[in-house]
Every structure is written in C-alpha cells, then in structure tokens.
C-alpha cells in the first residue's frame, strides 16, 4: 500500500521568509500524482499544486513551487515570501491513475508578523 | 469557495439519531467523495461514487450509508454513531483523473 509521511507536524516561519515543507512517499508505480493542498482554520482544503511523476520538471503556482525528487520519492513544497494567509495545516497527497487520494498526517504553518 | 458546498456545517447527535449529512458540487464533476479527518491523523477516504456508482467502501461500520441520487449530489446518512464517530466530514468531488476539490466540512460531534 502506498503511504505518505510528512516528517514534520509544526513549522514556522517569519513573514516574507521562505519555508520548505518535507513529503515522502513509498510507492512501487512509475507513474502517479502529488499535489499539495492547503486548509486555514476556516477547514475548506484548497489544492496548492500538482505534480505528474512523468514529469521531470518542477511544478510552480506564483510563490509556491516543488522540489520532486522521483528517485528519492520526495515531493517537498517551498513557500516564498511567506504571508500571514499561508498559515494553514499543509497535506501531501498521492494518487495513482484513477486510485484514490492517499493523504499525510500535514504539517500546521504558523507564520510569525 | 471551491464549488463544492456541505450542510450542516455543525452537527450534534446523540447516538440513538438520524442525520444526514449533504454535499452539492456545482463543478460539473463526475466523481464524489467522503472523507473522515479526526486530529492527528490522515485523512481517511470513506466512499467513492463514480457516475453516481458506488466505487469503493472503504470498510466503513454499516451506521454511515451514503446515497448519491446524481452526479451533483451525495448524502452520508447517520444512525446509531458512537461517540468516536466525532469527527470533520469532507467531501469532495473531481473529474475522474484529476485533482479533487474540497467542500468545508461537517464538523460532527457524538455525545
């Protein structure tokens, strides 16, 4: 079964820093999905960003962007110019083709005025 | 607002009611989803209907019956839940090979 782990349960980072969220993930298939979403305190999960494993270049969605590392099963995510707004629990997701979502545990964002 | 809506976004029952949970989605996606999230653990995905088929039960207790009349809307009945049944119940909803998009929750509370 594939599982995702986020190593790291709280972060935090000072405004207009720059903050990189660790994920990994076991799987055995070549081709799948991550993405990372977002849910603030109000709860309604937002996607962030997505990434295909085929491929080999780094997903980026304004200040937010990937490091995909296939070979290592690494998909960390990299907040820039961090804003109070990103404050939120952060979930790494997996899905395989047509498979369902596999979620980490998240990591909760503080970000320090 | 990510098109997808739930009602009610709070909800307390004792253990001997029926509720209903609902979800709408307004995206035009064939695929819906319920999920439980519980503190510190990982989402974990309850069913998945695919034009309107139930496509996975994920060994979830008989007392949550989902129903989806459409593609635009799924139900989570409730009967007889336990107090660990106390959780936030996502739903959402995708095209089939996409990402999904959320709905705010029902925050459920068992007394």
């Known amino acids: 079964a594939q599982t995702v782990t986020q190593s790291q349960p709280e972060m935090s980072v000072q405004e207009a820093e720059t903050v990189t969220l660790s994920c990994t993930y076991d799987t055995s298939e070549s081709d799948y999905y991550l993405f990372w979403y977002k849910q603030p305190p109000s709860r309604q999960m937002i996607l962030v960003i997505r990434q295909e494993a085929y491929k080999q270049q780094n997903a980026t969605e304004n200040r937010f962007s990937v490091n995909f590392q296939k070979a290592a099963k690494s998909f960390s995510l990299k907040i820039s110019d961090s804003q109070l707004g990103d404050a939120a629990m952060y979930f790494c997701a997996y899905r395989e083709g047509n498979e369902k979502l596999t979620f980490g545990t998240g990591t909760r964002l503080t970000i320090i005025p | 607002e990510t098109g997808v809506t739930q009602t009610p976004r709070h909800l307390v029952m004792g253990m001997t009611n029926k509720k209903s949970l609902k979800c709408e989605q307004h995206?035009?996606?064939?695929?819906m989803y319920w999920y439980k999230q519980s503190a510190k653990k990982p989402l974990e995905l309850m069913f998945v209907y695919n034009f309107k088929e139930q496509t996975e039960n994920n060994s979830v207790p008989s007392r949550f019956s989902p129903e989806c009349p459409n593609s635009s809307h799924l139900f989570l009945h409730l009967h007889t839940l336990q107090p660990e049944d106390s959780a936030l119940y996502l739903c959402?909803?995708?095209?089939?090979?996409?990402?999904?998009?959320f709905g705010p929750g029902t925050r459920l509370t068992v007394t």
């Open positions: 995206l035009g996606h064939n695929a």
């Open positions: 959402a909803s995708s095209r089939q090979v996409s990402e999904q998009y």
